[in-house]
């Protein structure tokens, strides 16, 4: 059974890091574009970051940029976003998603995957 479950998540202060996981079960990364999502309440849900399948090509949102990476690790079956200088406008719930063979994507519902979610607090 495909899975993806996100942790990392909690509580920070503004200007602090977190990294978030999401690890694969019943699947291999590697051959998936993985995107990072997050909801912030009563907002939309918007893409964060991605990596395209079999590669190590990213994009981000112009709100994370240059404070947020995505990184792979394919021995683990694992994907990361690491978070720094996070703001309290990044508080959110954070959700990683897969879609097979896919590119560089933003978009939502061009993702077939999706983890439950962790959340993500940014308060002093």
């Known amino acids: 059974q495909l899975q993806l479950v996100e942790s990392g998540g909690g509580l920070v202060q503004p200007g602090g890091s977190l990294r978030l996981s999401c690890a694969a079960s019943?699947?291999?990364?590697?051959?998936?574009?993985i995107g990072w999502f997050r909801q912030a309440p009563g907002k939309k849900r918007e893409g964060v970051s991605c990596?395209?399948?079999?590669?190590?090509?990213?994009d981000y949102a112009d709100s994370v940029k240059g404070r947020f990476t995505i990184s792979r690790d394919n021995a683990k079956n694992t994907v990361y976003l690491q978070m720094n200088n996070v703001k309290p406008e990044d508080t959110g719930v954070y959700y990683c998603?897969?879609?097979?063979?896919?590119?560089?994507?933003?978009?939502?519902?061009?993702?077939?995957?999706w983890g439950q979610g962790t959340q993500v607090t940014v308060s002093s």
């Open positions: 990596v395209g399948s079999s590669s190590s090509i990213t």
């Open positions: 019943g699947f291999t990364l590697t051959f998936y574009a």
């Open positions: 998603a897969a879609e097979p063979g896919g590119g560089l994507s933003l978009t939502q519902s061009e993702f077939e995957y």
